[in-house]
């Protein structure tokens, strides 16, 4: 029996659109999860909407402050160490195009400060900040935009920003805190997920805020930023901006055109994330059809939601059911619904026999080839996001 750590709630307030102000709005449906951190677990309600003037799809109620950093602290997973997730040089080359050899850059959301240490190899007088990885990262300042953790006042040539707007609880404050790091004609460089290509990762658990091409450039243009480029985003479902501070605000532009498009994307983004978790069920069946009896040991890699989708319904079947994660903020913590904490995939070194749930859309062909490398025999590999047998391979 393990003790459940508490539950946080978060006090949520209603808002107006954040790109054109309009407080007419149409409810998309709800988001809702429970996050397990290290210490607490947190209750995320997510209720989406379309502005009805603009098209612009947001978290129609905002959580407040105190909960947002207690969840960052306390259950984000940042990226630290090891392999860079995004195109570094892809990256870099946008910065070297639009700030001066030399220049002062401003990471805001800096995470392990990868990124933040190539600038200054490349020659940047560069640092940044960031509210969670600190602790490890050189030259990167613990604290979100606004905590004033050593910030340069209206004197940095670039601000870079990459994946944190969309996760802001008030993006018109934000992005008015970033210009006022900037020297006048300073350039803001900005990438968030692309809700237009891209709306199932956008409406990920820790988004509030899904952009368009278009909503991206109307909200940077009214907090006084001009487009000069997009370029190549540096990761798959990204989009990229790059703006120069002018302090010119133009005249609102409506777009209803926008809203039947943004509700379209909503509705195909929940029918794929229906299917998906469809599939985890799919593939507990197929473990059952597989396995040698109630006695095979399973094994869930990924503590996700298709492993909390499989794992229940695994568990009523199967005496051994665990699942496993390579993150160490997850090995040892307790899983919903299930006896066993969660365990490192080093653990099963011995295991013969064995049934394997891979549950992540990203890796699990890779995670297939790393299991049946290691030396024991498994009796399957089930691909919990498509439901399809990876081992033994279908005749
Ligand atoms: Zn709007």
Known sequence: MTLEAPLVKAHWTPVPCDVCSSARQEALGERRYTVSG???RFDMRFQDAVCLDCGFVFAARRPDDAFLMAYYRDAHIGHRGGELHFDAEARSAVVRRHVRSGGRVVEVGANDGAFTAILKDQGFEAFGFDPVEADEARDVAKG???????????????VVAYYVLEHVIDPRAWLAELASYLKPGGVLIVEVPNYATHPEDSLNMEHLLHFTPDSLARMLASCGF??????????AYGQAAV???TGEV?????????????????RQAAAARQARLDAAVSAASAAKALSQGPETPIYVWGANEYAERAAPLLSKVFKSVTVLDKSPSKVGKAFDGLAEPIAHPDDTQGVDGAIFLVCSPNWNRQIAEEILQRSRPA??????????????SSP
């Not at 979100?144 to 670039?158: E, I, K, L, V, Y």
């Not at 001009?226 to 990761?235: H, K, L, Q």
Request: hydrophobic share 40%; glycine share 10%; net charge negative.
């Open 226 to 235: 001009e487009m000069i480029e997009t370029p190549g985003a540096t990761v």
């Open 379 to 392: 009796l399957a590999v089930i691909d919990a996001v498509t439901g399809a047998v990876l081992s033994p």
């Open 38 to 40: 290290r210490t607490q």
């Open 243 to 245: 703006a120069r501070k």
């Open 250 to 266: 133009p005249p609102p532009s409506p777009r209803p055109d926008a809203v039947q498009s943004a509700r379209m994307a909503y």
């Open 144 to 158: 979100f935009a606004g905590s004033g953790a050593g910030a340069p006042q209206a004197d940095a040539d670039g």
